[in-house]
């Protein structure tokens, strides 16, 4: 088999090198790798053993606990997805040659982005490109940025509040917190609301793992008002739900509430606090690659109906007169 040119001069790395490695990576053990390659534990160690003999430095460092990649480790790892991503490419002229008849979309996103916006927006874009097929995963910010990072997801949808520099953002906006609840609720009239009036009143949260309850607490913790959640959950639409119809008030960011909103009784009011009250969204791609077509088109797209939220401000939009889909170039 041909080998690729590697990261350092005249050091050659093959494939079965690649993939070995970077799935040892991924699973911090040869046995494992082993086992889930279905390739013997030796032929993975020698291939690494290889590797580091050629390029003269450690590549993992070895714990009790598993391998994990040592600096050097970390390099090849980048150029190694890079080069093991880089073979879509030929797919990816081959899909654009056929007008996108064909392709695959792998989407990594926060539950926020899940259960409304993206499947709406799948759903749409598939009308003009009804061979595209998508897989999404949904797992926190940190688990998305990830995936992308090592290639596991073409896109990541996530929120935060700093830009993280390993990744590309594609596109990124605000996503303040607003409060949920049902449109005869007693609060629902307001312009805004603040922790003092929510605090009045029933309130489920997220757990304390995400992003929207982390500010949520920090704004308490600045304003001095202690908000007990007479319901926490790690479920979204349980807190929708309980919203809804329980007379309980749920805490969002602005695209999960205009998106929801237009679909269920609800009432979406901006948070008026003293602290901080905005986190950013992202759309993720992996840093340096190209994206196979489909991909490529999907984000284009993605940004067009994140433009028109942003445009929208606090008004809910109306999710069947979503924008088109962009056409693909000839």
Same mark, same amino acid.
């Given at each position: 088999?041909?080998? *690729?040119?590697?990261?350092?001069?005249?050091?050659?790395?093959?494939?079965?090198?690649?993939?070995?490695?970077? &799935? #040892?990576?991924?699973?911090?053990?040869?046995?494992?790798?082993?086992?889930? @390659?279905?390739?013997?534990? !030796?032929?993975?160690?020698?291939?690494?053993?290889?590797?580091?003999?050629?390029?003269?430095?450690?590549?993992?460092?070895?714990?009790?606990?598993?391998? #994990?990649?040592?600096?050097?480790?970390?390099? @090849?790892?980048?150029?190694?997805?890079?080069?093991?991503?880089?073979?879509?490419? #030929?797919?990816?002229?081959?899909? *654009?040659?056929?007008?996108?008849?064909?392709?695959?979309?792998?989407?990594?996103?926060?539950?926020?982005?899940?259960?409304?916006?993206?499947?709406?927006?799948?759903?749409?874009?598939?009308?003009?490109?009804?061979?595209?097929?998508? &897989?999404?995963?949904?797992?926190?910010?940190?688990?998305?940025?990830?995936?992308?990072?090592?290639?596991?997801?073409?896109?990541?949808? !996530?929120?935060?509040?700093?830009?993280?520099? !390993?990744?590309? #953002?594609?596109? !990124?906006?605000?996503? /303040?917190?607003?409060?949920?609840?049902?449109?005869?609720?007693?609060?629902?009239? @307001?312009?805004?609301?603040?922790?003092?009036?929510?605090?009045?009143?029933?309130?489920?949260?997220?757990?304390?793992?995400?992003?929207?309850?982390?500010?949520?607490?920090?704004?308490?913790?600045?304003?001095?008002?202690?908000?007990?959640?007479?319901?926490?959950?790690?479920?979204?639409?349980?807190?929708?739900?309980?919203? &809804?119809?329980?007379?309980?008030?749920?805490?969002?960011?602005?695209?999960?509430?205009?998106?929801?909103?237009?679909?269920?009784?609800?009432?979406?009011?901006?948070?008026?606090?003293?602290?901080?009250?905005?986190? *950013?969204?992202?759309?993720?791609?992996?840093?340096?690659?190209?994206?196979? &077509?489909?991909?490529?088109?999907?984000?284009?797209?993605?940004?067009?109906?994140?433009?028109?939220?942003?445009?929208?401000?606090?008004?809910?939009?109306?999710?069947?007169?979503?924008?088109?889909?962009?056409?693909?170039? /000839?």
């Amino acid at each position: 088999m041909r080998g *690729r040119a590697g990261p350092a001069g005249g050091v050659k790395v093959h494939d079965a090198s690649l993939r070995y490695f970077l &799935e #040892v990576v991924r699973v911090g053990s040869i046995a494992e790798a082993s086992d889930r @390659l279905n390739v013997a534990a !030796s032929a993975i160690s020698r291939q690494i053993a290889k590797l580091e003999a050629e390029l003269g430095t450690p590549l993992f460092e070895r714990r009790p606990r598993g391998m #994990v990649p040592s600096a050097a480790g970390e390099l @090849l790892a980048q150029h190694a997805r890079r080069t093991v991503l880089g073979a879509e490419q #030929v797919l990816t002229e081959i899909r *654009r040659l056929k007008g996108l008849e064909r392709g695959l979309v792998r989407m990594g996103c926060t539950e926020g982005f899940a259960t409304d916006f993206l499947p709406g927006a799948i759903g749409n874009f598939r009308n003009t490109y009804p061979g595209i097929a998508f &897989e999404m995963q949904v797992s926190t910010p940190r688990v998305i940025t990830r995936m992308v990072r090592e290639g596991d997801v073409d896109i990541g949808l !996530s929120f935060g509040f700093v830009p993280d520099p !390993s990744v590309h #953002v594609e596109f !990124s906006g605000s996503a /303040p917190l607003m409060a949920l609840m049902a449109p005869d609720h007693p609060l629902a009239n @307001l312009p805004f609301v603040t922790l003092a009036d929510i605090a009045a009143f029933p309130v489920g949260l997220p757990s304390e793992d995400t992003t929207a309850r982390q500010l949520f607490d920090l704004a308490c913790g600045v304003e001095g008002i202690a908000v007990e959640p007479v319901l926490t959950t790690n479920y979204m639409a349980g807190l929708w739900r309980f919203a &809804e119809v329980a007379g309980g008030i749920t805490m969002t960011g602005r695209i999960t509430a205009m998106s929801r909103i237009s679909r269920f009784r609800l009432r979406a009011l901006p948070l008026r606090t003293k602290a901080p009250n905005e986190r *950013r969204y992202e759309i993720q791609t992996m840093l340096g690659r190209i994206l196979p &077509e489909a991909a490529h088109v999907f984000v284009a797209y993605l940004k067009a109906q994140l433009s028109r939220i942003e445009r929208a401000g606090d008004q809910p939009l109306d999710l069947a007169e979503r924008a088109e889909p962009p056409l693909q170039k /000839p």
